[in-house]
């Protein structure tokens, strides 16, 4: 674009990582509603908080209250929610941080973006499978009963699709398995990848 001059800093990307202590990556949480993932991208964020990560999260609601409370939740709204969260991401993972995201993104088209955005070396996903059924039984903020009265379009699994990933580093499935134990596997995808050996402790020293 015209009249855009972006500086390019003095401090570079290996710079950052050493002084971090870190490998900077973004993890993603994607799935229904109520499958799951805000409450396992918390306890994730915690337990690494706790090991010595600089770590933060960014779950889609928060995020609409402030960066995109402009937005609705038409397809393209959608599509520009994750591109704004995606280019949020790549700024903190270019500062050092471990990111983790916890969004339905619902189409591989937005989740390939979002890859695309902050490299594809730097993002890990995390598909938190839970079939309809389960999750409409939860109904946790009882969402899924308004999108059945018609309360709310566009819903995600009622009268919008759910595309579920081609391709995922890690799967949970929150139905079959105690939050613990989907904690557990996303622990020992992540945790090897983003903290040096020794900082890592077993995920048995510190509660999960």
């Known amino acids: 674009m015209k009249n855009l001059f972006p500086f390019e800093s003095k401090i570079n990307i290996r710079q950052r990582k050493e002084r971090m202590g870190q490998e ?4 993603w949480l994607t799935g229904l509603s ?4 805000t409450t396992l991208a918390l306890r994730l964020e915690h337990y690494l908080f706790h090991q010595g990560g600089k770590v933060f999260l960014l779950d889609g ?14 397809e393209a709204d959608r599509k520009e929610n994750l591109r704004r969260v995606a280019e949020v991401a790549k700024l903190m993972l270019d500062a050092g941080m471990l990111v983790i995201c916890a969004f339905i993104s619902p189409y591989e088209e937005e989740r390939q973006l979002v890859k695309e955005i902050v490299g594809e070396d730097r993002y890990l996903q995390v598909y938190v499978n839970a079939s309809l059924a389960t999750c409409e039984e939860r109904d946790t903020k009882g969402l899924y009963a308004k999108a059945r009265q018609g309360l709310i379009p566009n819903f995600t699994g009622i009268s919008a699709p759910y595309e579920a990933p081609l391709y995922s580093d890690v799967e949970v499935r929150t139905a079959e398995e105690s939050i613990e134990e989907s904690l557990r596997k996303i622990i020992a995808l992540v945790e090897p990848l983003v903290l040096p050996a020794n900082v890592v402790t077993t995920a048995s020293s510190h509660e999960v």
């Open 34 to 37: 109520g499958s799951g993932k």
């Open 24 to 27: 900077p990556k973004l993890v």
């Open 61 to 74: 609601d928060n995020v609409r209250q402030g960066l995109n409370r402009d937005l609705g939740f038409s």
